[in-house]
């Protein structure tokens, strides 16, 4: 994974520009290498990224993101490691590439006869739809001519912008504003706001932005879809030939791989607190001596281990989720590791790794934060990792709010989804949303829990 991996012993920085002043002596006398032997040389695989949920991002486990699920696998067929370089736009990382900053760009990048001008695209791995999205209870346009004379706006420089722009050219009056550094999920965030009357996603942008955006809707659709692919360098074709063949590999093997990030998470579509009561007697007896042994060790209250395991899986222990997060307690297989639990079937050991790392969670929350706030900030850790609840922590903190209470904190989380706040932050785009969710869901099973079965558990309770 990124970062875990060193450069081989034995004077590689010295040869490295050792062969760059080389090649330039040489002139054009001595082909420059491929991507992959360059890649070889340096000992990685260099993709230029953007910190977006259609890219790259920090998860609660470390890297996430359908491009760098995508461009990990490649690296290791190479049998190279990953280096990911973040740049602050997609057209930024497709420049990258132009100039020999990067092998490849791996950033949600849509193929634009623009952008073909300085590189060359690999085959698509994916063909996107795109929507005019407007508000629900605005009037709604119901073609692209009955967006003359309204508001309608699209990042700059984006493959958006560019569609739009040829098409604005067959259409007398209609205006689109491209708008600089933004994202289109901040658009979609001033539509819902209001700022604007409509914009252009494409499908992911939009089923991303639904979940805290739900007074969005689809106007019409764009006449054409957005084929998705990597950037490449103009004149490398062995590149090109390997990324066409990796992603015919994937096709047959694993089609899925992208659609796993943007399809909704049936866990957190579960009924909610009265489908648990149906469930206490049907399959908690057998697993409650699990879940007080777990909370025994760590000196937790077994019930919230509970109540995480029925939000997690509604306690199955053969539980699996489209992210390949497995379990009674769903973890992953980066977590099962590290936590010492081998067989995540294995209920057990599920809930066991469950209780170790949300002790984990617990243990990094400032020791002057008390209960209940203590618990509930270490459960939405437990969703999308500590770094990002201190990021928002420290957004809170800055609107002069109360970083160490909870409700302050979940009213912050979910800008942590939004451009305009998460590229304020260190470590970028989280589900922020999604983690405020999912501390309630809890907590609502947690009271059910506390009223239908009375605790025998030593440690601390949450209140």
């Known amino acids: 994974m990124l970062g875990l991996f060193r450069l081989p012993q034995g004077g590689l920085p010295w040869r490295v520009p050792a062969a760059l002043a080389v090649f330039t002596l040489l002139g054009t006398c001595t082909p420059r290498p491929g991507v992959v032997e360059q890649a070889h040389t340096v000992g990685a695989l260099r993709v230029a ?5 259609t890219a790259y991002y920090l998860g609660a486990h470390g890297p996430e993101g359908p491009e760098y699920a995508l461009a990990s696998r490649f690296a290791r067929s190479l049998g190279l490691r990953l280096e990911i370089q973040l740049y602050p736009s997609p057209a930024a990382a497709i420049a990258a590439v132009a100039h020999g900053k990067a092998h490849i760009a791996a950033a949600g990048l849509a193929v634009t006869p623009e952008w073909q001008q300085t590189v060359r695209f690999s085959r698509p791995y994916q063909r996107v739809k795109l929507h005019f999205i407007h508000r629900r209870g605005a009037p709604r346009p119901k073609d692209i001519h009955e967006l003359v004379g309204r508001k309608v706006a699209v990042v700059a420089g984006s493959s958006h912008a560019f569609a739009l ?4 050219q067959q259409i007398p009056g209609l205006h689109i504003e491209e708008v600089p550094n933004l994202s289109t999920l901040d658009l979609l965030d001033r539509v ?5 009357d409509a914009t252009v996603a494409d499908r992911n942008e939009f089923f991303l932005t639904r979940p805290y955006h739900p007074e969005l809707r689809i106007a019409f659709n764009f006449p054409s879809a957005d ?48 489908a648990l009561v149906r469930d206490l007697q049907d399959r908690l007896p057998s697993l409650r001596p699990l879940f007080e042994h777990a909370a025994r060790e760590f000196r937790q209250d077994w019930r919230i281990l509970a109540a995480i395991g029925y939000q997690e899986s509604r306690w199955n222990p053969d539980a699996i989720s489209s992210t390949r997060v497995r379990g009674l307690m769903m973890l992953t297989e980066d977590t099962a590791g590290a936590v010492g639990v081998g067989n995540r079937k294995d209920p057990a050991e599920s809930i066991h790794g469950g209780a170790a790392f949300l002790a984990q969670m617990r243990d990094t929350i400032p020791d002057r934060i008390p209960e209940p706030d203590r618990t509930w900030l270490a459960l939405a850790a437990y969703n999308i990792g500590y770094a990002h609840v201190e990021d928002a922590r420290v957004l809170t903190q800055s609107a002069g709010r109360d970083p160490d209470s909870w409700l302050d904190v979940r009213e912050f989380l979910p800008h ?20 405020a969710r999912f501390v309630d869901n809890v907590r609502s099973y947690l009271d059910v829990l506390e009223w239908a079965v009375p605790s025998r558990a030593l440690g601390p309770s949450p209140g």
């Open 416 to 435: 942590l989804a939004e451009a305009a706040w998460y590229e304020k932050t260190k470590h970028g785009y989280a589900r922020g949303w999604e983690a």
């Open 192 to 196: 819902w706001s209001g700022d604007i």
């Open 49 to 53: 990224s953007y910190n977006s949920p």
């Open 165 to 168: 722009r040829r098409l604005a």
């Open 227 to 274: 084929e998705m692919a990597w950037a490449l360098p103009k004149d490398d074709p062995d590149i090109a030939l390997r990324v066409a063949s990796y992603f015919g590999e994937l096709e047959r093997q694993e089609p899925d791989i992208v659609a796993r990030y943007y399809d909704p998470d049936e866990r957190y579509d579960y009924a909610g607190a009265r």
